[in-house]
């Protein structure tokens, strides 16, 4: 937000520097991030002074040029080359002399040198209004008054104003200040605290009368919750015309650019007072009547920027009896605004639901400043002055009469809020005792009124600008800033608690494995918990029983529900990635996936995984390895076995995301599930390299760490035996299958299955794959013979040959 500090001191008489009143300004919760200079005109005319025309001859080698001598006081003319039309001798002229620099339309600054046109030599410059930055004229140089004495500086003759300007990084809830006027009471009471008083000067309103009732505008606020007050009263006869220099200068100062006197009165009282207004041209006022509604959902609207909008049916809109004119708060009609034709206008000052102006803002993606002020909150009691203080500028600026009795439609009025101060809970939070007088002062100084004083605090009625001060805290924060944080003594004794948490917290456990996947080489990732709804068509029958939770008013149709699933977030950022020339990915994150089921609505958090690309990257030395399935098998087993979960059973997985993969299973419950992403769902997110992916139930880890026993298993003193199988494959046949079947065919002596290799390509039967499956065979009590491992694995072969109709490569 910015504020001038030539307007500031309209407000309050005080003649500090910037630097100080900024400082100031800072400690008292308005932080100035910095102060830029202002100059009305660019450069301030420095160097411009007034020349008078001697002497006006033809150039000797270019028919538009003259070559004229100029006497700017200095007692020796000066030759200047001249290619305006209009230059005669005895003009007074404004001269920019050599080393002045000049500003172009777009800023760009350059400076006037001494130089040869045309083999004349050209010893200044005589300078049109453009040039200058008075005005946008070019047609010739700009001619002065006869009077000036040469030599005299052009910074007396025009009105050039000089002034500094802060950039204050206003916080949310500091509606109070968002004006010249709020921050001038802030300051106030800031000076009072370092003992020195300066009373406010606020704009009189007093001669506000009106001059006759030729034009009246009726008035309906259908939804008094979205619009609690609003005012209004007409002006005829007006003259539009570009402002006085003084309101031009004003609206500059802070980045506005004016436009006609009606249009800048509004934005100057806006930035004066912090109340938005808006003028209607009151000849595009069907029926002489405003209305206050919402519109039926999919009404066109288009506003002043020519965009043809679609309403939504929580929308307030201004209406007259045909068609809106205004989408309340935020932003005008095009049909409705005032023109270089207007002449007569209805001038509005409402006071507006904060919440409602803040979701039309969003939805219609448009932030002005009548929005920035209204949806965090306005005064309602300063509605009807700033719409005083408005219409008697705009009369004053652009002539005219108020032409009708104002309308004030404020059906329940608000009062004051009230709140106790316990003197036991100032010193508490403060960490020191002020005295009560100091105390009282302050709140003064802020006009929070002390109604009554007792022995354990103060009843105190807070004024309705102050919409941030509700609590009992609130009150204890103003007393703080006013009083000045540098002022609080640090405590000579530091007090610290030592918590104590459990070695299964899950921040521990999440730091712990967090750690270990940042060891080996991979990402942690934060992605946004608001996803794309058609996702959820990509878990099939996976997770049939739950729902999506909608969001109720999202900011897009790509971010309307909360995500179900970890995968398509992680799955998003691969793509990115790999269409940014990083295919090579290793990523985790730890987050939440959001369910609503029977009624109920669930957040189960994960740990997810993603490996792609290359594990190895071709270089000089070695050729490029592909990561594998096994990499990722190692990766799950290793933090699992960092989490001592150690006995894992092992089989295929349920889970519909994947073309291939496991599970890990402790004590019945699933931990982990892993494997390749099927083709088809990469398909949906431009990803053509294998993705491979772990989805951990992070809820289900925790809570087997805090119940699992610690157990003792003797180490087997018998060797385990390794068999593998290369196997021909119906594509259709899946590794669960070949689990289900091996198990069911030899469950004494077969302790593990692996599938370490998938092939489907060229070599193989049309319609077929190959697997490579290992079998981990032993036996607790004696050596597994040759013949008994043969034994079995025939078994297993022929079961394979008849179930499955595999056969061996």
């Not at 800072?26 to 007034?50: A, H, M, N, R």
């Not at 000797?60 to 700017?72: F, S």
């Not at 969001?551 to 990635?577: H, K, M, Q, W």
Request: hydrophobic residues 35%; aromatic residues 8%.
């Amino acid at each position: 937000m910015k504020i001038s500090y030539n307007w500031l001191k309209q407000f309050i008489q005080i003649d500090w520097d910037s630097k100080k009143t900024g400082e100031l300004l800072t400690d008292l919760g308005l932080e100035v991030e910095g102060v830029e200079k202002f100059e009305s005109v660019k450069g301030g005319l420095k160097g411009i002074v007034v020349g008078h025309v001697l002497s006006c001859e033809k150039h000797t080698n270019a028919d538009k040029l003259n070559v004229t001598t100029v006497d700017i006081g200095s007692g020796t003319p000066l030759q200047i080359v001249c290619g305006a039309k209009n230059v005669a001798v005895g003009q007074k002229v404004p001269v920019a002399t050599i080393g002045t620099t000049l500003y172009t339309a777009d800023g760009e600054a350059w400076k006037i040198k001494k130089g040869k046109i045309r083999g004349e030599e050209s010893h200044g410059m005589i300078c049109a209004e453009d040039e200058l930055g008075l005005g946008t004229s070019h047609d010739g140089i700009m001619v002065l008054e006869n009077d000036l004495a040469p030599g005299t500086p052009c910074a007396e003759i025009f009105d050039i104003e000089e002034d500094e300007v802060f950039e204050i990084g206003l916080t949310p809830n500091r509606a109070d200040a968002m004006s010249h006027f709020g921050v001038a009471r802030d300051l106030k009471a800031g000076l009072k605290q370092k003992e020195i008083s300066k009373e406010l000067i606020t704009p009189s309103t007093s001669h506000f009368n009106i001059n006759d009732r030729s034009l009246k505008i009726d008035v309906d606020v259908i939804n008094t919750a979205l619009a609690p007050r609003y005012c209004g009263v007409t002006l005829s006869n007006l003259i539009i015309q570009p402002s006085p220099t003084w309101l031009k200068n004003r609206l500059k100062a802070i980045g506005i650019t004016p436009k006609n006197n009606v249009v800048d009165a509004t934005n100057y009282v806006l930035h004066e007072l912090g109340q938005p207004l808006h003028a209607f041209d009151a000849a595009k006022i069907k029926g002489n009547k405003i209305v206050v509604q919402t519109l039926p959902k999919g009404t066109k609207f288009v506003t002043l920027d020519g965009v043809e909008r679609t309403l939504h049916e929580d929308d307030l809109m201004i209406c007259d009896t045909e068609k809106p004119l205004c989408l309340a708060g935020v932003f005008g009609g095009l049909s409705s605004g005032v023109t270089e034709e207007t002449t007569s206008i209805f001038l509005e000052s409402a006071y507006f639901n904060p919440v409602s102006i803040r979701k039309s803002a969003k939805r219609h993606a448009l932030n002005t400043d009548a929005s920035f002020r209204f949806e965090r909150g306005i005064d309602i009691e300063n509605v009807e002055y700033s719409l005083k203080r408005a219409a008697l500028l705009i009369k004053e600026i652009a002539g005219g009469e108020i032409t009708s009795d104002i309308i004030d439609l404020y059906p329940n009025k608000t009062s004051n809020f009230e709140v106790f101060l316990g003197f036991e809970k100032i010193n508490k939070l403060i960490g020191q005792e002020i005295s009560q007088d100091t105390i009282k002062s302050i709140l003064t100084s802020l006009d929070i009124k002390v109604k009554n004083v007792t022995e354990a605090g103060m009843g105190l009625e807070v004024p309705s600008y102050r919409v941030d001060v509700q609590r009992q805290v609130d009150v204890i924060e103003e007393i703080l800033r006013v009083y000045g944080y540098n002022n609080i003594a640090f405590s000579e004794k530091l007090n610290a608690s030592v918590s104590t948490t459990a070695a299964t917290e899950d921040h521990k456990i999440q730091s712990t494995i967090g750690n270990v996947l940042a060891a080996k080489g991979y990402y942690e990732i934060l992605t946004n918990s608001l996803t794309n709804p058609d996702y959820s068509k990509l878990l099939g029958s996976e997770e049939d029983e739950n729902k999506s939770i909608e969001i109720i008013n999202p900011l897009s149709g790509d971010l309307s529900v909360l995500r179900r699933a970890s995968l398509f977030s992680a799955l998003e950022t691969a793509s990115y990635n790999i269409n940014r020339k990083r295919a090579n990915l290793k990523l985790f994150e730890f987050g939440k996936t959001y369910h609503a089921k029977d009624g109920k609505r669930i957040e189960p958090k994960y740990l997810s995984i993603l490996l792609s690309g290359d594990s190895i990257q071709d270089s000089w030395t070695n050729k490029a390895v592909t990561t594998n399935f096994f990499e990722l098998k190692s990766i799950v087993k290793t933090i699992l076995i960092r989490l001592g979960l150690n006995n894992l059973k092992s089989e295929p997985t349920t889970s519909t995301l994947f073309s291939e993969g496991l599970s890990f299973t402790y004590q019945k419950n699933n931990l982990v599930s892993f494997g390749l992403i099927k083709k088809s769902i990469l398909k949906k997110f431009d990803i053509k390299q294998d993705i491979l992916y772990a989805d951990f139930n992070w809820d289900v880890i925790l809570k087997q760490l805090k119940n699992a026993p610690i157990l003792f298993k003797e180490i087997p003193k018998y060797p385990e035996v390794k068999r593998d199988f290369a196997l021909l494959l119906d594509e259709k046949s899946t590794y669960r299958e070949l689990f289900n079947l091996a198990y069911g065919a030899e469950r004494k002596f077969l302790k593990d299955i692996t599938l370490f290799d998938v092939y489907e390509g060229k070599n193989l039967p049309e319609g077929k794959k190959s697997y490579a499956v290992s079998f981990t065979l032993q036996d607790d009590k004696s050596t597994l013979t040759e013949k008994q491992i043969e034994k079995i694995m025939s078994k297993l072969q022929t079961t394979y040959e008849t179930q499955l109709g595999a056969s061996l490569r």
